[in-house]
């Protein structure tokens, strides 16, 4: 069982900027595929990023080019860097851990509005 635990969320102007942690409790960190995914209200649950265990990386159109996943192996944590953020960005942001079987955390808001 690995437990994901997202930070970083908040209320931000259109144009800004935040950083998303998402902490996982495994010592084989490094061995998962970890992503970003999120929810709008309403609507269905989309990707964001993705970042495999070699530090390959995916983005969704929409985010490309604004946003940067990274992690670092050596805290357990994965990262979703966004800059520019739109209001069409306001979702809650989902971790998730993907080994044999898919780990989610909790989720963290990201509101962006003047």
């Known amino acids: 069982q690995v437990q994901l635990v997202e930070s970083g969320g908040g209320l931000v102007q259109p144009g800004g900027s935040l950083i998303l942690s998402c902490v996982a409790s495994?010592?084989?960190?490094?061995?998962?595929?970890m992503g970003w995914y999120r929810q709008a209200p309403g609507k269905q649950r989309d990707l964001v990023a993705t970042?495999?265990?070699?530090?390959?990386?995916n983005y969704a159109d929409s985010v490309k080019g604004r946003f940067t996943i990274s992690r670092d192996n050596a805290k357990n944590t994965v990262y979703l860097q966004m800059n520019s953020l739109k209001p069409e960005d306001t979702a809650v942001y989902y971790c998730?851990?993907?080994?044999?079987?898919?780990?989610w955390g909790q989720g963290t808001q990201v509101t962006v509005s003047s």
């Open positions: 495994t010592n084989i960190f490094s061995r998962y595929d």
């Open positions: 970042i495999t265990s070699t530090g390959s990386t």
């Open positions: 998730y851990a993907k080994g044999n079987w898919w780990y």
